[in-house]
């Protein structure tokens, strides 16, 4: 966890290495058999909620699909990387094919409110954790 | 390229700086395409979480130099559970011959996909010779 923002020259790093040292973490357990694979996602909570941030760059939104099902999210898709006629390629680095990853998240969501937001080449997944998985507080009496 | 190929994921290359920065923080390379076409020279670059505002390209002694800074603000109060990929600023540089119109190159930015387009100076198109 990154704490403050107090000093903007360090708070760059200070996300690199908060991201670093949850590389392939084991939070989504075994669920996601798939690390490693297209496209690479980022998990985060955010109050109680979760966030997920993945990197698509240069998708047309009409080719993604996302489903979502109890705690399970499937991301599916295809990238296309034209160059046009006449073109001949000196330098090719750029993929495209298909791509189709589920998740599973080991918490109780709520797969009928999860918002999803494609800006600048990354998909955003907002999360809503489940009413009846969220804490509650035990008063003392 | 058929369309039914799976996608891998691309490891993200860090730049490797020839001086010493002054800011901390990583910064990596975009992945890249460069194609020509008989009017000009085209360089892609993929540069997710840049958004328009943020790109700065410039031409500086036959060097093109493309800088993309990432809003990293936005991660502000998110907590990372689990990550597969860091994030930073971009930079990359490319030298370009004097057969490129410097004046009339264009970019544009699209779903996190930088487009430069080179056009080449009037001498270096191809010209058809008539056969007599």
Redesign the interface.
């Known amino acids: ?1 990154f704490a403050g ?1 107090s000093d903007p ?5 200070t ?2 290495r ?8 084991d ?2 357990g075994r669920g996601t058999g798939a ?13 109680d909620d ?2 997920a941030i993945i ?5 047309d939104k009409n080719d993604l699909e996302i489903e979502a099902k109890e705690n399970t999210i499937r991301i599916c898709g ?4 034209a ?2 006629e ?14 189709d990853r589920t998740l599973s998240v080991p918490i109780r969501i709520e797969p009928d409110r999860i918002m999803a937001e ?5 998909l955003a997944l907002f999360i809503p954790r489940a009413e009846a998985d969220k804490p509650r507080s035990i008063k003392i009496s | ?10 490891q993200k290359r860090e730049v490797e700086k020839k001086t010493e920065g002054t ?4 910064v990596f390379l975009p ?8 009017e000009a ?2 360089v ?1 670059l ?6 328009r505002d943020s790109i700065e390209a410039s031409v500086d002694n036959d060097v093109v130099t493309i800088e993309g800074r990432i809003d ?2 936005k ?15 971009y930079a990359r540089s490319f030298q370009i011959s004097n057969k490129i119109d410097q004046t009339k190159i264009s970019a544009l930015m ?4 930088v487009t430069i387009v080179l056009p080449k100076a009037e001498q270096a198109k191809p010209r058809k010779i008539q056969v007599s």
Request: charged content about 20%; cysteine-free.
């Open positions: 966890m923002f020259f360090e708070t760059l790093l996300l690199q908060a991201l670093d040292a949850r590389i392939a973490s939070w989504m690390i490693g694979s297209f496209p690479p996602i980022n998990m985060f909570q955010k109050g979760y966030v990197e698509l760059p240069g998708i295809k990238k296309t990387v160059y046009g006449q073109a001949s390629v000196h330098r090719r680095e750029r993929i495209s094919g298909v791509f494609y800006r600048d080449g990354l | 390229m058929s369309d039914s190929q799976e996608l891998q994921v691309q800011t901390s923080g990583r992945v890249t395409d460069i194609f020509e076409t008989p020279l085209t892609v993929e540069m997710p979480g840049v958004d990293f603000t991660y502000e109060g998110m907590q990372p559970l689990y990550t597969e990929y860091n994030v930073g600023h699209k779903d996190g996909v």
